[in-house]
Structures are given as C-alpha cells and as structure tokens.
C-alpha cells in the first residue's frame, strides 16, 4: 500500500482556504500512484482543544469536500474534523475511501486533559478498523500515543498498520518519535504519525511527520516544514517480522492475579 502523509498548516479556523491550499497534495498523491493520503488533526480548521467553531456533522461541508476530492483524484483520505453530538462533540477522524463513500470513523479515546479539551469534546470509546489495499488498518489521535493499551488492541485485532493524525506541539517532539518507535516495536505493526507545521493561536508545530516500521526503523523523518512524503507498506512483511520473532506470543495476559499473590519484603 502507497502512503502519503501529508505534513500541512492549516489556515486558521477556515475549512475552505484549507481545503482549498491542500487540493494540490491530494492530486500529487494521486498522480504518483497513492493509495492513501493523510492528514492531521482537525487539520481543516488547525487545531484547537476549546473550540467548537465549524462542529459538523459527518454529513458536514469538510466531509462532504473530502468525499468531493477523493472521488475527483480516485485516491482514499484520512481527515479530521469536530464532530457534533447530540451533547459534545468529538475530535473524530474519517477514512473516505477512492470512490468517495465513507470507510469508517474513529473519535479521540484520550483527551488531552492539560489543555481542557475533556471539557470541551467528549471521548470516543471504540477502536476503529478498515481495509486497503489488503491490509487491515487502524485509528487514533494524537495525545492516544501515549496509552499502548489502546495499540494493544489494535494489535489483538490483528492491524497492520496504526495511523495517527496529530497536533504534537513542537514542546514535546522528542516524546512524538520516543511514542511513535515504541508501538511500532511493542506491536510489530507500522505507525505513521501525521503532524502539523506552522504556528497557530494555540501551539507550535514542527512537523516530524514519520512512519516507523515494526523493528523501530523509519521509512520517513519529515523536517518541520510543510511537506508531503510517502513509503509503501507491505503487510507481508509484517508477517515476517511476527513469524521470525513472536514477541506478542510471550506475552502474560495473568499478571494481575499473579500480583494478587505477590510477597512483600
């Protein structure tokens, strides 16, 4: 499968100049033979954990612009957008698939508490999965890099790849590539990281968009400018890796009555 990742600063708060600016990137994926090409987080209007401007149903204008686009370019899209609720919304993402039809949704587990945004949107409580190019995929957002509970099941779920569109500030990018290395390992699955560049009303951006294999190696390292990179991932390979070195086979799911029983010294 041919991945873009596309490392973009959004136009603050202004889904249609974004739209609009990051048009080019969807046909250069295309016409370099893309399957897929993703974005950030909320990359349509940037980021921003306390704002509910622009919410939108998945029936919204964003989406609906998506769908426009991949069927235009006959290449599939990860976005992200503010999803209404009948109470919160949700920091949700979606996979539009090259038809233009709608694959599956995946809403932010985790949320980043430091910066209100559980105050402000409501958690997501389901993993997400769907299929590409013969390889079964999966979701998250950002600050869920730091929860391998969550990869874990993306593992038990047997994915190929994890996919995590993101607004990691420029503050903490060494813990982005530290997180993004780790699953990748743990799992022995591929993890691309999708982040933003510029700096908007809300944080600092450095790109370092990268995509790492499940020995820890990176396909890619984007700089902290706006770029668009992509690499193949080959879900045989996976395989391999898993069959040569069954890590996950080792693995002790009784340790918590183990602990129960556990002598104190």
């Known amino acids: 499968m041919k991945l873009f990742c596309a490392q973009v600063a959004s136009v ?15 046909a250069r994926a295309s016409r370099e033979g893309g399957d897929l090409i993703c974005f950030p987080e909320q990359f349509a209007t940037g980021w921003d954990p306390e704002s509910t401007l622009h919410v939108q149903g998945i ?12 069927e235009e370019y006959s290449i599939a899209i990860l976005g992200s957008f503010r999803e209404a609720t009948a109470t919160l919304p949700r920091n949700t993402c979606t996979v539009v698939t090259a038809d233009g039809a709608i694959s599956t949704t995946y809403s932010k587990c985790h949320l980043f508490s430091p910066a209100h945004e559980d105050r402000m949107y409501r958690r997501g409580d389901a993993i997400s999965t769907f299929s590409l190019a013969g390889m079964d ?14 990869f874990r099941l993306y593992a038990d779920a047997g994915v190929r790849a994890v996919l995590v569109p993101s607004a990691w500030p420029e503050s ?7 997180f ?25 951006y450095a790109g370092g968009s990268m995509v790492a294999d499940p020995t820890g190696g990176l396909l890619f390292h984007a700089g902290r400018h706006e770029e668009l990179h992509s690499c193949d991932l ?6 391999r890796v898993r069959a040569a070195f069954p890590v996950n086979r080792d693995r002790r799911d009784d340790l918590a009555s183990i602990s129960e029983n556990t002598t104190k010294h």
Request: hydrophobic share 40%; glycine share 6%.
């Open 172 to 178: 903490r990018l060494q813990h982005w590539e530290l």
């Open 180 to 204: 993004i290395r780790a699953r990748a390992v743990e799992y022995q699955f591929y993890i691309a990281g999708i982040n933003p560049a510029g700096i908007t009303p809300v944080d600092s």
């Open 59 to 70: 029936e919204g204008p964003i989406v609906r612009r998506l769908q426009s686009l991949a």
């Open 234 to 239: 080959d879900g045989e390979y996976i395989a």
């Open 12 to 26: 603050w708060e202004n889904p249609d100049a974004t739209l609009e600016k990051v048009e080019p990137c969807i």
């Open 137 to 150: 995929i999966g979701l998250a957002i950002c600050y869920d890099l730091r929860f391998t509970s969550l």
